[in-house]
């Protein structure tokens, strides 16, 4: 089974999303890459120091 994947834009756009943390995936993702749900999440708790 495939896991979807999302732009930067889509996932900065997302109400799934708390502002902080669409403020966030602003910095840490690039735009060129495509990210899974759980790969943008983990990205905010890495850039967050780990805590959520």
Known sequence: ???DT???ES???STGFTPMDR???KIVLDG???YSLPAAK???IKFKG???
Do not use: F, P
Request: no cysteine.
């Open 42 to 44: 983990r990205e905010i």
């Open 1 to 3: 089974m495939a896991i």
């Open 32 to 34: 060129s890459k495509q």
């Open 23 to 25: 403020d966030i995936l």
């Open 11 to 13: 996932l900065v756009n």
């Open 6 to 8: 999302y732009s930067k």
């Open 50 to 52: 780990g805590i959520k």
